[in-house]
């Protein structure tokens, strides 16, 4: 481990709330320990701030009813006009990481490669799909909670 | 392969190991790398399910894995990693697990340990895998909604195991199971097939997506889904969905 390896370490681990820390490796040891303060209140991420902001309801069972079914699926064909975004395993659709949280997407949203747009479950191993292309979220085939199969249309995504 | 916890990284206080062994992960950290924490403050299961994660009380371990296998193959780990926890379980602390399908280690009937694979698919391929995995060892009561359904080692033998005790073998085992999800995955379905009643023969009643059925279980696929045999005589593989027992 380099010292840039170190000091990305450290940056990462600095607004964790803990108040010791080690890491162990081959010929390394290295312990941090800090008074324990407060956590600083962090900048949410942009993500979560969105999310909060659109679920204003009364009470969380209310949230969580609201983002599951707020928006229903689109069961018509597949547009060939679209980017499709296909499953790539069998198993079980999920558009938010729990009943809680709000979809990771919906219609209308922008979407980069790298954006998470639902969680395929397979034996319980949580897999998160990601976008592939940049564009706008068009259509949602699929419904929350239901078995999809290897190669089933998720999303189609306007690019 | 790097040995697994070859580098690991020790919190007193973590929101949840798998996040941030996800944030390692998506740094690019090598696989192996694990992160335990004496507490976790929001440790989760399935659906954002709470994991109670009371300070010293268990094991809550991630691992970061990068499997050679696709995303359609990859399940198995799932598998694996509670054989390796049941193995654990019994051979170094003389207890009678069980796997309830695919991966809840049962003492008693209430559930020891819980597992959480997640992992992210880009293009078809899986960029990593977050294995996590908590294990009750010396809690001596739990949480009210959870009382009936829990167990810890402290509960089932009297021991009390501390969590960095218990890391050692599961590491060997889970090495030595991991590895196999790659070249004999055929050796992980059959090992978990010797250590669970769920495997043949057992009635179970399966909740997927809105459907409800029951079904007998014949074994697992080669992807490790469970078969099932209804009482039409169809079968079927679960892959997913939440299976429970049926009352008799």
Known sequence: ?159 | MAKLGSTLHRFDSLTSTNDFARELAARGTEEGTIVIARRQTAGRGRQGRRWSSPEGSGLYLSVILRPALSPARSSIIALAAGVAVAETLALDYGLTPDIKWPNDVLSGGRKISGILVESAIEKDLLQYAILGIGVNLMQEEFPEEIRDSATSILIESGRRVAPEDFLKPLLERLERWYRACMSRPEEVRARWEELSSYGRGRRVRIMSGDERVEATTRGLHESGALIIELESGEVREIVSGEITLRPL
Do not use: W
């Open chain 1, 1 to 159: 481990m380099d010292l840039t390896e170190l000091k990305e370490l450290i940056e990462l681990i600095a607004e964790k709330g803990f108040a010791e820390f080690e890491l162990e490796r081959e010929g390394l040891r290295l312990r941090i320990s800090r008074f324990k303060e407060p956590p600083v209140p962090l900048v949410q991420p942009a993500k979560e701030t969105a999310a909060t902001s659109d679920n204003q309801g009364p009470s969380p069972a209310a949230v969580s009813q609201s983002a599951a079914s707020a928006e229903s699926p689109d069961t018509s064909a597949p547009e060939t006009s679209l980017h499709t975004i296909t499953s790539p395993i069998v198993g079980t659709f999920y558009r938010a990481p729990s009943p809680e949280s709000a979809p990771c997407v919906k219609t209308g949203d922008r979407v980069e490669p790298d954006t998470v747009v639902c969680i395929i479950e397979a034996m319980k191993l949580m897999n998160e799909i990601q976008a592939e292309v940049t564009g706008e979220v068009a259509k949602i085939y699929v419904e929350n909670g239901q078995p999809v199969e290897y190669g089933q249309p998720l999303f189609g995504i306007k690019v």
